[in-house]
């Protein structure tokens, strides 16, 4: 079964400041690897995917992931943090079905 | 245009009660889901459904029963409901496996 590991509960970064957030996954065969953003009290909204292809991949709002075979890891980046990025971040994964790691809270000090 | 609603957006209750859920897509998906967003923001699968068919049933109380009238809604049944219900409730829906787009959420409270 897959399962999605973000080893950061919390991370603060300033306003603009570089950011990773980390992801590792576990799944057999080629991963579809997916990141979300939720904002506090709002649904989920999809920021990038990552089905085959280029391993680096452009999302929303400024955000890149980069997927990585051999360390089974979908790290989310961005260059320049805005205060409205301030959310909570979920890499997930989707085998027989999806499965969400346990979230990044982003704080973004100014 | 909304693409995946879900109504109520809040719901208060008492132990005990049974409430419903609704869950609209107008995206022309074929899959179905319903999440539980717990205190700890931790998602979990709940159902899928594939054309008004089951596809998948994590391992839930029997209290929740999904109905899937028509491709396009997937509703949320819970019968006599405990305080540890209380949660977010996410409807979502994609093609196949196909990136999923989420509802804004039902947070249901149980008294």
């Known amino acids: 079964a897959q399962s999605v590991t973000q080893p950061d509960i919390h991370i603060t970064v300033s306003e603009g400041a570089s950011l990773e957030l980390r992801c590792n996954y576990s799944y057999g065969a080629t991963p579809y690897l997916f990141w979300y953003v939720q904002s506090p009290g709002q649904g989920l909204q999809l920021l990038l995917k990552?089905?085959?292809?280029?391993?680096l991949v452009q999302g929303i709002k400024g955000f890149e992931a980069e997927f990585k075979r051999s360390q089974s890891s979908f790290n989310l980046r961005k260059p320049s943090v805005h205060w409205s990025d301030a959310a909570e971040y979920f890499c997930a994964v989707v085998g027989d079905k999806l499965v969400f790691g346990a979230g990044t809270i982003l704080r973004v000090k100014s | 245009d909304t693409a995946v609603s879900q109504t109520p957006k809040y719901l208060v209750t008492q132990m005990g009660n049974d409430k419903s859920i609704k869950c609209e897509q107008n995206l022309g998906h074929d899959t179905m889901y319903w999440y539980k967003q717990d205190s700890k923001k931790f998602l979990k699968i709940m159902f899928s459904y594939n054309n008004k068919e089951l596809i998948i049933n994590e391992t839930v109380p029997n209290r929740f029963s999904p109905k899937s009238p028509d491709k396009a809604h997937l509703n949320l049944h819970i019968n006599s409901l405990e305080l540890g219900d209380s949660a977010v409730y996410f409807c979502a829906s994609s093609h196949n496996r196909d990136v999923q787009f989420f509802g804004p959420g039902t947070r249901l409270t149980v008294l």
């Open positions: 990552y089905f085959s292809g280029d391993t």
